[in-house]
């Protein structure tokens, strides 16, 4: 059965989407698999080793979905407005809601659902763990661009969006590619508290250097911290790449209320995380993407942090 790209939207906005788009799925250009492969030959994923498994996956999503010829690409907005006041501590935006990995995934799998019902196509619903490049296929299905902070920027929204797709085998009409680009702005690059953000090449894409990154630091590495490493207040992740970045300077604020930052964790002292016990960890994490890091790693960053 035919489903319209109309209906499509309307039932992808309801599920909370602010914007999608669509792109035919196809092998991974050259370029960006040899771009890929040689940040990984630098060693710049860290200890992400993960980053270097299934990459015969990464460069043709079809193989998560035989006979998927469309990829719906999806993001969801998560910024909302927080009074840091005095706080000695920083969290990553993102971080400070549900976790976005079960958010993303029901609301997207309602539409999953739904193409199947209507059309009997099948469906596959993506959401950071598969190894799906994410945000090459939001710039092919013309959702955004990549920022020189490697962020994927929609144009007139910003970069505070987590993305999520839906690999389908229902033929779709394509939307074109997005085009723009940061230009020559570079605050990210200079507001970088690690400088792990490494200079734009001709092609004007910027790489990060994970092992310099606050973000993966504070949340991926596991063990003590590089001798080099200063976190000032940044207790898990570090958003600074994007506060600087012009195209947030007038976000627009989520109407996902699972993404609210809660204020349990906001209002958590240094002190209340050196203390913390596994039970309260927990139970304050509970369905949070902090949970990644787990209680030694949280106060092993308290630990850190310029108090």
Known sequence: ?????????????????????????????????????????????????????????????????????????????????????DSSMRWARYALGDDYHEVVRDRLETVAEWITEESGAQCRVCVDTAPLRERYWAVQAGVG?????????????????????????????????????????????????????????????????ARKCLSYLTIEHRGDFPDSTRLGNHIYGCDMCQEVCPHNSNPPVTGIPEFIPRKEIL??????????????????????????????GLQRNGRAIDN
Request: charged share 20%.
């Open 267 to 296: 209002s958590l002292t240094p002190s209340d995380i050196s203390s913390m016990t596994q039970q309260d960890f927990s139970r304050i994490f509970s369905h949070s993407a902090i949970k990644r890091t787990k209680l030694a």
């Open 145 to 209: 661009f990549i920022g020189l902070n490697n962020q994927l920027i929609i144009p007139g929204a910003g970069s505070h969006f987590f993305l999520g797709e839906i690999l389908t085998t229902l033929p779709l009409p394509y939307d074109s590619p997005c085009g723009e680009s940061c230009g020559d702005c570079g605050r990210c690059l200079k507001a970088c508290p690690g400088n792990a953000l490494r200079g734009a090449d001709k092609a004007g894409i910027c790489c990060l250097d």
């Open 1 to 85: 059965m035919y489903i319209s790209v109309e209906s499509l939207k309307s039932r992808l906005q309801a599920a909370g989407v602010y914007k999608s788009g669509i792109a035919r799925v196809a092998p991974v250009s050259e370029l960006a698999v040899n771009r890929f492969d040689e940040w990984l030959t630098q060693g710049m994923n860290a200890g992400m080793t993960y980053m270097e498994k299934y990459s015969d996956i990464r460069r043709d999503p079809s193989l998560l979905l035989p006979g998927a010829v469309s990829l719906i690409s999806c993001a969801f907005n998560y910024y909302y407005p927080i009074e840091w006041g």
